[in-house]
């Protein structure tokens, strides 16, 4: 199964290298990935609900873009710019389009599970509760830490972790037995927290490659 992702942001190619060998690491076997750049025309960072939208502008016009060779397609962004809420809402595209968010978040209710979230800022927060509110995931949701960090913490493992801490415990305190990392790109590395720490792209790709193995079971029966 080959996959595109899709980044929410224009980023230099050092990054680029740095997400894709993420990618190879955490995909499952039979799950092949393959990172594109956004172009110049996104953010270079989300800082504010106009960058907000302005990636998502971008996101889903080079989703809509995405020639042949793909059986899926995901944002690179835990905000999942671009991707539909529901099965009616959204344009019909070629590849099917996932949403790391939608995936791991909608497990964890699935399973009952009461959760919560930590991003860098205030513009991201808001964004990842409206989207929870959109999956109709209000009920499971503690709670969304805002750990005011800058963007370049999102490639320093020890910066991310060290916030991650007090993150962790706020939410734990309010009830969340569980805690998504809300950024795509990190390394969770922190050690004994009171709630567990779900890295989302790691748990949403997990995810994609179960579906395509009951996909390919309905074929065979």
Known sequence: MRALAVTPIHLPAEEIRRRQ???DRLAPPGLRIELRDVGPA?????ESEDSVRASEREVAATLD??????????PDCVLDPAVPAGPAAGPARAVPVNGLLKLSAMHLAAKGVRF???VRNEAIGAELGRRLDAYGLAPHVAGIAVMEL?????ADTAAWNAALVDAVGELAARGAAAVINGCSAVDVEAGPLPARVIDPTALALRLMTVEDEADQVGRAA
């Open 21 to 23: 060998a993420r990618y």
């Open 150 to 154: 800058p963007f370049d913490a999102i």
């Open 42 to 46: 996104a953010p270079l960072a989300l």
């Open 65 to 74: 873009a995405a020639g042949d060779g793909f059986d899926l397609a995901f």
């Open 116 to 118: 919560g979230a930590v």
